[in-house]
């Protein structure tokens, strides 16, 4: 194989090794910034999208879920898997319903 392929695949593995690992906890410390040392710009972006996904970007302080739209909106990140809500009661669609 050459060096290309390797590279790729041990870099696909390691962004698949870090979204198992990642909680909710360490994805919140990304995105509000208190977490300790450099945050990749894709790190940033999975954490964002993990909040997303799992529906705390609608429930932590308003900031995040500004964050979080922004990144929808600028197509970094995408809506979350299932239709959520917000404490308002407004409704979030899923990234599989159509608009």
Known sequence: MSN???SRSSERLRTLKMKKLLS???ACAIVEGWRDGDVSKEE???A?????DSGLWLQL???TGRICNSLIE???CQLPLNRQ???YGNLVPSRHENL
């Open 4 to 6: 290309g392929i390797n």
């Open 24 to 26: 909710t906890y360490d």
């Open 44 to 46: 940033y972006i999975e």
């Open 48 to 52: 964002t999208q993990l909040l997303i």
């Open 61 to 63: 302080q308003g900031t």
């Open 74 to 76: 600028k197509g970094l």
């Open 85 to 87: 809500g917000d404490a």
